[in-house]
C-alpha cells in the first residue's frame, strides 16, 4: 500500500494566539489552498502548509456538544492512502468500530489499539511528489508522527495487518540515547530510510531524566518538523524564555533534535538535518 502523511492536527485554546505562536517555529504561510482543507471545512481551523498538507491547528469544541463523531485531546495525524477500501473491509471483518464518510473525499476516522485517533483519507489526485507533507516547497516539513502506545506491537499488527503497511527497522545513531529500541518497546512505520514516518513508542516514566532533558518525548504523543536552521530557532525561543530539551543527534543518525510545548502545553519535536 502506498501512503504519506497528510497532516498533523494539533489541539489549540486559541486560534489566534496559537497561529503567532506556530509562524515563530515554522514561519508564515503564503499558501494554503483548498484541495484536502475541505474535509476539515466543518471545524475551526487554521492551516500551515498546502492544500492540506502540513499542520492543522483545531480548537476542540465540547463532547456533549457533538455526535457520531469523536475528537481527539491529543495530536493526531491525518493519513493520505491509495486504497480506501481495503481498511474499511479489513475493520468491518475485525469489528473495529469507525466513522467512514464518503462525500468528495472518501475518510475514515479510528482509534488503533492503543486509543490514538487516526484519520485515513483517500487520496484523490494522486500521490504527487511536489505536494506532500514532508517536502511542500516551504521551507520544513513534516518528519514523522510518533504516537503513545501501552501495546507497540498490537498497534503495529494495526497499521501493518489491517491497514497494509510495512515495518521498518529503527535506525539508531553510533552515540545513541539511554532508551530502548527493541520493537516491543519503539518501533517505526517509514517513509524513507531516515526515520521518517510513524513512530510508535511504549511509554517510559525515565526517558527524560535519563537523557538529562525537561521533556519526556515517549509520553504523550508528539509530531515533529524538520527546519533549516535550528540554531535560529534556538535564538528565538532563548529571547522568549520558553523552556526547550536540546537532545542534538541521540535519537536519529544525521538529525538534531530538539523538544518543547507550545502555548497549549502539546508536546513538539522541531529537529535539522546536520
Known sequence: MK???????????????????????????????????????????????????????????????????????????????????????????????????????????VQEPSLNVVQFVENVNGFDDEVNGWNMGLSWGIHHMNLESMDVRGSINFFCNLVGMIEGKWLAPVKKGDFSIDPSELAILPLSNNNRGLHIIKPDEGFGWRNNFAHNPSIGGH????????????????????????????????????????????????????
Do not use: C
Open 3 to 109: 501512503w504519506t502523511i497528510l497532516n498533523v492536527s494539533i489541539p489549540v485554546h486559541n486560534l489566534k494566539k496559537s497561529k503567532t505562536f506556530y509562524e515563530m517555529l515554522l514561519g508564515k504561510n503564503e499558501e494554503s489552498n483548498e484541495l484536502y482543507q475541505s474535509i476539515f471545512a466543518d471545524e475551526e481551523n487554521v492551516f500551515f502548509g498546502n492544500k492540506g498538507f502540513g499542520l492543522r491547528l483545531y480548537k476542540p469544541v465540547p463532547d456533549l456538544n457533538i455526535s457520531k463523531h469523536i475528537q481527539s485531546r491529543r495530536s493526531f495525524v491525518s493519513i493520505l492512502v491509495d486504497n480506501m477500501d481495503n481498511i474499511r473491509l479489513n475493520l468491518d471483518k475485525n469489528k473495529i468500530k469507525h466513522i467512514y464518510k464518503d462525500t468528495t473525499i472518501k475518510t475514515i476516522l
Open 223 to 274: 509530531p515533529a518538523f524538520t527546519i533549516k536552521n535550528i540554531s535560529n530557532l534556538k535564538v528565538k525561543l532563548d529571547k522568549k524564555n520558553i523552556l526547550y530539551s536540546d537532545a542534538k543527534v541521540y535519537a536519529m543518525p544525521g538529525f538534531h533534535q530538539i523538544y518543547l510545548y507550545d502555548i497549549n502545553a502539546n508536546m513538539l519535536e522541531v529537529n535539522q538535518a546536520v
